[in-house]
């Protein structure tokens, strides 16, 4: 069964770093595109950066851009998020998401990606 874990989540201070990971398993399965979203209360779900299962191709919304990158690993079937800076504006649930086929390159849509984490709790305070 195709799952994707996310880890890392915390309570940090404005200013500092965290280091989001996630980790696809499940023995036919194979995360393409992969993401990031964050959802804070009461909002909607936004995509905070996206990952071609090459990595070459990445995609990041306009508040991360600068500030926090995505990579990863497929020799482990891992991904992270590395977010400097963080503000508090970032409070949110941060979600890994990865598309199980191929079919597009890298998906900026929710609605594209089929297998999704349960999330992890960023707090960032002043």
């Known amino acids: 069964q195709a799952q994707v874990v996310e880890s890392g989540g915390g309570v940090v201070q404005a200013g500092n770093s965290l280091r989001l990971s996630c980790a696809a398993s499940?023995?036919?399965?194979?995360?393409?595109?992969m993401a990031w979203f964050r959802q804070a209360p009461g909002q909607e779900r936004l995509l905070v950066a996206a990952?071609?299962?090459?990595?070459?191709?990445?995609s990041y919304s306009p508040f991360a851009n600068g500030r926090f990158t995505v990579s990863r690993d497929n020799t482990k079937n891992t991904m992270d998020l590395q977010m400097n800076g963080l503000e508090p504006e970032d409070t949110a649930v941060y979600f890994c998401?990865?598309?199980?086929?191929?079919?597009?390159?890298?998906?900026?849509?929710?609605?594209?990606?089929?297998?999704w984490g349960r999330g992890t709790q960023v707090t960032v305070w002043e």
């Open positions: 998401a990865a598309r199980s086929d191929y079919g597009v390159l890298l998906p900026t849509d929710a609605s594209l990606y089929d297998v």
């Open positions: 499940g023995r036919t399965f194979t995360p393409y595109a």
């Open positions: 990952i071609s299962w090459s990595a070459v191709e990445k």
